[in-house]
């Protein structure tokens, strides 16, 4: 049974720094491409990160450039989302996927909250 567990989150004050983390299990995650999404509240998912399967790039949501960084541990089987910078913008649930193929799996998501 694939599953997928972030952490992490909680509250921040503006400027300030996080890092989330997303750990898989029954699957070798490094094996698909993984993503971050955020959804604040009254606004749909919005996609902040991905890294891809080969692990040879990332991509990210304009918003965030500059400020979030996506990478992976391939021996603890995690992605991780370092945020910088934090914005009360930034402000929502955010949940890792990992996806490709026969896969589409999401976690439980972890709340994140910047605000002074």
């Known amino acids: 049974q694939v599953q997928l567990v972030e952490s992490g989150g909680g509250l921040v004050q503006p400027g300030g720094s996080l890092r989330l983390s997303c750990a898989a299990s029954?699957?070798?995650?490094?094996?698909?491409?993984v993503s971050w999404y955020r959804q604040a509240p009254g606004k749909e998912r919005e996609l902040v990160a991905t890294?891809?399967?080969?692990?040879?790039?990332?991509n990210y949501a304009d918003s965030v450039k500059g400020r979030f960084t996506i990478s992976s541990d391939n021996a603890k089987n995690t992605v991780y989302l370092q945020m910088n910078s934090l914005k009360p913008e930034d402000t929502a649930v955010y949940y890792c996927?990992?996806?490709?193929?026969?896969?589409?799996?999401w976690g439980q998501g972890t709340q994140v909250t910047v605000s002074s």
């Open positions: 029954g699957v070798i995650v490094r094996s698909f491409a």
């Open positions: 890294i891809t399967s080969a692990r040879s790039s990332t």
């Open positions: 996927n990992a996806r490709g193929g026969w896969l589409d799996s």
